[in-house]
């Protein structure tokens, strides 16, 4: 372990170095790239200058234990329990800081969310998802940007769209993406039964120029008058866009503004994103032959979590972990499973690199 940690100790100076150098300051892919990886190292080296530290100073301690003097000795005893109870302590703590990070968690997300089975009470329960994750992102102290939007006829949405703008945002949000269902009695039901009714959310890391060549001469802008609320006057205007990437057939479209160069300029964000994610997906299918993740996100009509409203109950599927908390979850309390999700990827990954290195 201590010879990762020296060699990437020798990446971050050399990165530190680069980040200046006049190829750096010329090029701004590649400057971007060097301080996203500098970023990434320093929690890295700070916990190796400690961990030597550690070291040196168990090595002190017990070259004193071999002299004469008691007091000394009984100091140093002391002083090397502490040292080799850090030491323990650090060896699990740098474990897991040389897991390899998702480039991707760092990134802003696109989040979609879609009624699925169950009529308009699945529109409702789209309606419910969309503010506990509101309520989460405000908690974070992340913004979310409206991109479309197409409500549903009983309440909630058919389909909302947003984007997600704060600090890991993806890193944390990318755990929700699948089937989300819901066990209760609906608002439309006479009879007093509980439905079960499903929507589905898609998290994508949002993709920054850098990440993918997107050329305006292969994207079709279409525009149309916006709708909702109103009736069909509620927007004279064509200001709402439609944008297809001809090579791929993706489409991405944004209704939300009254400027039509605001709409494109959302869509086109989300239809980046979107053809990013094609690539993406080639890439965790690529992985996935390599190891199975148990919390991959990658097979979105997997039913991840369940709502049951009678029994006030939580249950996420993919670790087997239920909460009898519902109304706070709902309310935007969902940091527990995404911490949980997190601690069940990295025990994979901490022996998939047990099993590699052996």
């Given at each position: 372990m201590l010879d990762k940690l020296i060699a990437i100790n020798d990446r971050f100076e050399e990165v530190e170095r680069l980040i200046s150098s006049p190829d750096a300051m010329n090029d701004m892919k590649l400057y971007v790239k060097l301080n996203k990886e500098y970023k990434e190292l320093g929690p890295i080296v700070t916990a190796y200058h400690e961990y030597k530290d550690i070291i040196s100073n168990i090595t002190s301690s017990?070259?004193?234990?071999?002299?004469?003097?008691?007091?000394?000795?009984?100091?140093?005893?002391?002083?090397?329990?502490?040292?080799?109870?850090?030491?323990?302590?650090?060896?699990?703590?740098?474990?897991?800081?040389?897991?390899?990070?998702?480039?991707?968690?760092s990134k802003n997300a696109v989040m979609e969310i879609r009624a699925g089975a169950g009529g308009d009470e699945a529109s409702i329960f789209a309606g419910d998802l969309y503010r506990m994750y509101s309520a989460f992102a405000s908690d974070k102290g992340w913004q979310l940007e409206l991109v479309d939007i197409a409500e549903g006829t009983s309440g909630g949405y058919k389909e909302i769209?947003?984007?997600?703008?704060?600090?890991?945002?993806?890193?944390?949000?990318?755990?929700?993406?699948?089937?989300?269902?819901?066990?209760?009695?609906?608002?439309?039901?006479?009879?007093?039964?509980?439905?079960?009714?499903?929507?589905?959310?898609?998290?994508?890391?949002?993709?920054?120029?850098?990440?993918?060549?997107?050329?305006?001469?292969?994207?079709?802008?279409?525009?149309?008058?916006?709708?909702?609320?109103?009736?069909?006057?509620?927007?004279?205007?064509?200001?709402?866009?439609?944008?297809t990437h001809i090579p791929t057939g993706v489409v991405a479209?944004?209704?939300?503004?009254?400027?039509?160069?605001?709409?494109?300029d959302k869509a086109l964000k989300v239809l980046?994103?979107?053809?990013?994610?094609?690539?993406?997906?080639?890439?965790?299918?690529?992985?996935?032959?390599?190891?199975?993740?148990?919390?991959?996100?990658?097979?979105?009509?997997?039913?991840?979590?369940?709502?049951?409203?009678?029994?006030?109950?939580?249950?996420?599927?993919?670790i087997g972990l239920t909460k009898y908390n519902l109304q706070a979850t709902m309310g935007g309390d969902i940091q527990e499973f995404i911490d949980e999700l997190q601690i069940a990827e990295n025990a994979e990954k901490l022996k998939e690199g047990t099993s590699i290195s052996s």
């Open positions: 017990k070259a004193i234990l071999k002299e004469d003097d008691l007091e000394m000795k009984e100091m140093a005893r002391m002083e090397l329990d502490e040292l080799l109870t850090r030491k323990e302590e650090m060896d699990e703590e740098i474990k897991i800081l040389l897991i390899p990070t998702d480039p991707e968690d769209i947003v984007n997600v703008i704060g600090e890991d945002v993806y890193g944390q949000l990318k755990f929700e993406s699948g089937v989300h269902r819901v066990q209760r009695v609906p608002q439309t039901e006479t009879q007093g039964r509980v439905h079960t009714s499903a929507a589905s959310v898609i998290v994508l890391p949002e993709a920054e120029e850098f990440d993918i060549d997107l050329k305006t001469s292969d994207i079709r802008k279409d525009t149309y008058c916006s709708s909702g609320p109103g009736g069909q006057s509620v927007n004279t205007t064509y200001s709402a866009v439609r944008l479209q944004c209704q939300d503004q009254k400027s039509q160069l605001k709409n494109y980046r994103s979107r053809i990013y994610e094609i690539e993406l997906q080639k890439k965790l299918e690529e992985d996935a032959k390599h190891r199975k993740s148990m919390v991959s996100s990658g097979d979105r009509s997997a039913k991840i979590r369940t709502y049951n409203y009678p029994q006030g109950r939580v249950t996420e599927h993919r």
